[in-house]
């Protein structure tokens, strides 16, 4: 496996570094898809198509932050046969992923399409808008198939260390979306159907080159005896998989909970608020990238029983988190207004109230963006030690922080209530975290 990389000799820091920054790349060109769908649409179709994108950004995370957790899940498995060299057990794993991703997807697209429209009534989406966010809704779930094989594909390649691929696909991709985006909206004017049809279309595209170069780099591909059924391990797949999904559906369940505090404050403050959280989503990127590399790295060590190396990469991994989430707040604050300004159109007071809502979040967010880093990287390493449950519960700490937060603590200091429960949020999780770091690697190092 000529792009694989053994993350079991060599400098933490440097493998780490240079393993995320693959990642990073291929992240910020994966956050393309959205910025530019966002860029797009609040220029073109105007404030209330912007809105009603933001009216449904939770519940386009719960969808696929699911699907992301699910197959990284997976992939935690196969980092451990990768570290210890059994290449049997790897197809196996990878046929069995591959046997449950396609189940998924058909169960998760049934859901999505027959709850999308009950949801937006729910969360009381204002009627100028639900329009719009239905359709936006209903093509990306209708896709949902894509998204499993894209991210189950780029998962087993992170779990055997080759982030370039992924990070190849995703720009490629990105490119492709853009492309797509000014032809299906400004050209076709296909409106927000447009926009998240372009995004499908890109998605596929990531997954066939990802595809393609697992079979032309000598990758280790499962054979036909590797998709036989076998319950025992598609149990202990699920078991992995299943709560870093339900994590990510926690977490996205309080937004969704937020979101419908957040629609009551009417058309302008949800615009501002996802012009805001477009850029938050985009300086998250390094933050999502150290933790990808510190479950890959903590697995495949796991696997080749080098708990002390496992120490020394968390060590590495939070200098690195804690620097990155420095630079990412000085760009919040030095650039915030002006990338604020490329999302948003309409007349000046306008303008100026829903940028007042987004820069109001980012300084929020810039002073404490460091517990944000902190948290992926804590939560990553205890992911890659096999333990995913944990994790999971930090997910309705996270939950209960936020939704509290927009719910009583608005009825105190007004709509900042909003933005303080998410730093509440990563902070609460940060200290329940590092507990459960502290015990499973006692209970693995003594047990």
């Known amino acids: 496996m000529k792009s694989a990389k053994d993350m079991t000799e060599g400098s933490p820091f440097a493998l780490l570094f240079g393993f995320a920054f693959s990642l990073m790349v291929g992240n910020v060109f994966q956050q393309l898809y959205t910025f530019v769908d966002t860029m797009i649409v609040g220029k073109y179709l105007g404030v209330t198509a912007l809105a009603a994108l933001g009216a449904t950004e939770w519940l386009v995370f719960v969808m696929f932050g699911c699907v992301q957790g699910i197959t990284q899940g997976f992939s935690i498995s ?41 949801i937006l009534a729910l969360l009381h989406t204002p009627q100028d808008m639900i329009g ?27 779990a055997a260390g080759d982030s370039r ?29 447009g926009a998240a049809f372009a995004t499908l279309l890109s998605q596929l595209f990531s997954a066939v080159y990802c595809l393609w170069a697992i079979k032309r ?13 076998q319950p025992e391990r598609l149990g202990q797949l699920l078991a992995l998989g299943i709560p870093m999904g339900l994590q990510n559906v926690i977490t996205g369940m309080g937004g969704v909970a937020v979101q ?8 302008i403050f949800v615009a501002g608020f996802t012009a805001a959280n477009k850029l938050y989503g985009l300086l998250e990127t390094a933050a999502v990238s150290y933790s990808y590399a510190v479950v890959s790295y903590t697995g495949q060590n796991v696997g080749a029983g080098d708990y002390e190396r496992v120490k020394k990469g968390f060590g590495a991994a939070c200098v690195l988190g804690v620097a990155t989430s420095v630079a990412m707040s000085f760009v919040m604050l030095t650039f915030g207004e002006p990338i604020l300004r490329c999302f948003l159109s309409g007349e000046e007071k306008v303008l100026a109230q829903t940028l007042e ?35 999971m519960c930090s997910s309705f700490l996270q939950l209960a922080m ?7 603590l608005t009825k105190k ?3 900042a209530g909003v933005f303080w429960g998410e730093v509440c949020a990563w902070f609460l999780a940060d200290v329940f975290l590092c507990l459960c770091l502290l015990w499973v690697y006692r209970r693995e190092t003594m047990g």
Request: contains cysteine.
């Open 78 to 118: 196969m980092a451990k046969r990768f570290g210890s060299r059994d290449e049997e057990e790897l197809k196996k794993d990878m046929g069995g992923s591959i046997f449950l991703c396609l189940i998924l997807s058909i169960l998760f697209t049934a859901v999505g399409e027959v709850l999308c429209k009950p």
């Open 402 to 408: 936020r939704v509290g937060c927009a719910f009583f």
């Open 357 to 391: 809502v987004g820069c109001a979040f980012l300084e929020i967010l810039a002073a404490f963006f460091w517990l944000l880093y902190l948290l992926y990287i804590i939560r990553a390493c205890v992911q890659g030690m096999g333990n995913t449950l944990l994790p």
């Open 413 to 415: 200091i007004g709509q």
């Open 165 to 193: 691929t992924p990070l190849i696909a995703v720009s490629l991709a990105a490119v492709c979306n853009i492309v797509l985006d000014f032809i299906f909206v400004v050209i076709l004017h296909l409106g927000v159907f």
């Open 132 to 158: 719009m966010a239905q359709v936006y809704l209903r093509t990306l779930y209708g896709g949902v198939c894509i998204s499993f094989g894209y991210n189950s594909l780029a998962a087993f390649l992170r």
């Open 217 to 229: 780099g000598g990758f280790v591909r499962p054979g036909r005896a590797d998709f036989a059924i």
């Open 260 to 267: 419908s505090v957040i629609n009551g404050f009417g058309t």
